[in-house]
């Protein structure tokens, strides 16, 4: 951001000024100007408008239309007191409305500003404690239900979700959380534009709602079951308190300012991904693992009972053996 910007008498801008900056003067001529600016002094000729954020707003010369600013003050340069009409260019003034937004309201001098005055007083826009309460426990609510339910319709893809996450399968989530929207999207607008299908983009589009909906739960579902499969917890009481504590973690992140956008996108991509993981991949491998674990179980147990009586028959032949040896002794 610079530090002043002059527009001099000689300079002329047919077009619009966008600027920002500690000082911006204007003695030249501008068509539109939009500026965030410290102070903003006019002494030349705006030809339109004026749409400003500044702490200070000087008008020294003649506005063509309109003016919108946020601003703690705004000055006029006085009418010239002389026996002839001063001309407009004279003094400070504003052929259109002003509209503006301040802490307080402004004294506007008479007959400087043609058309209409609105103002709107600026109020503290800090977050009561209520609304922290609120932010919090509608995420604690919405993910615990959304646990609830999937350990009551499907609590094999809770237990299998427990299983450690390697790099490869981390990646194929990532990948999946980026690029199922992104397709999602992308038929949702190709659909869009065939008549015969459109309302079938409709449902396209509920669905990447839901997905992004539910997203950050899922993310922090998913964590709290990696987390819980390393302290080898079973009760579902105790996972529910790492639960609530994991949300609470994640919901004190987001509050962070720039944490809390790359937090977001991380939880959303990875809720995604799981839910798309668990669709199109792992509900494969679940049931190949349970299959290969029944076949490892069901092998044990019969080289057990190999194992088994193949010490009987070895018992029973050395006591048989040491029988006859008695019997060899005898005779």
């Known amino acids: ?33 939009y500026s965030v600016c410290n102070n903003l002094t006019i002494d030349g000729f705006v030809c339109r408008d004026v749409k400003s954020i500044c702490d200070t707003l000087n008008i020294n010369s003649m506005i063509g239309r309109h003016v919108s600013v946020s601003c703690s003050s705004i000055n006029f340069k006085e009418k010239p007191n ?145 987390i819980c499969n390393k302290l080898k917890t079973t009760n579902n009481l105790h996972k529910l308190g790492f639960l609530i504590v994991i949300a609470t973690i994640y919901w004190i992140l987001v509050l962070i300012p720039y944490v809390d956008i790359l937090v977001s996108l991380i939880a959303i991509i990875w809720g995604i991904g799981n839910i798309s993981y668990s669709i199109l991949i792992k509900e494969k491998n679940v049931e190949q693992s349970e299959n290969s674990d029944k076949k490892i179980s069901a092998s044990k147990e019969s080289n057990k009972k190999v194992e088994s009586k193949s010490e009987k028959e070895t018992k029973s032949d050395e006591e048989k053996n040491e029988s006859q040896k008695n019997k060899s002794d005898e005779t």
């Open 82 to 226: 002389t026996e002839n009409p001063p001309s407009i260019t004279s003094y400070g003034s504003i052929q259109g409305n002003l509209t503006y937004s301040s802490n307080e309201e402004i004294a506007i001098p008479e007959d400087y500003v043609s058309g209409e005055t609105h103002f709107t007083k600026l109020t503290n826009t800090s977050p009561d404690i209520s609304d922290y309460i609120y932010s919090l426990g509608t995420l604690l609510a919405s993910t615990i239900v959304l646990w609830f339910i999937g350990l009551w319709i499907s609590p094999k893809l809770l237990h299998n979700s427990n299983r450690s996450i390697t790099l490869q399968k981390a990646l194929q989530i990532i990948g999946l959380g980026i690029l199922v929207p992104i397709v999602l999207t992308l038929l949702f607008i190709i659909l869009l534009l065939i008549p015969i299908v459109s309302q079938i983009s409709l449902l396209l589009l509920c669905l990447l709602a839901i997905l992004f909906f539910v997203s950050t739960s899922v993310a922090i579902i998913n964590i709290n079951s990696i």
């Open 1 to 33: 951001m610079a530090n002043t910007i002059n527009i001099e008498q000689t300079g002329y801008i047919l077009s619009n000024l966008f600027a920002s900056a500690n000082q911006i003067q204007i003695k030249g001529v501008v068509y539109n100007v």
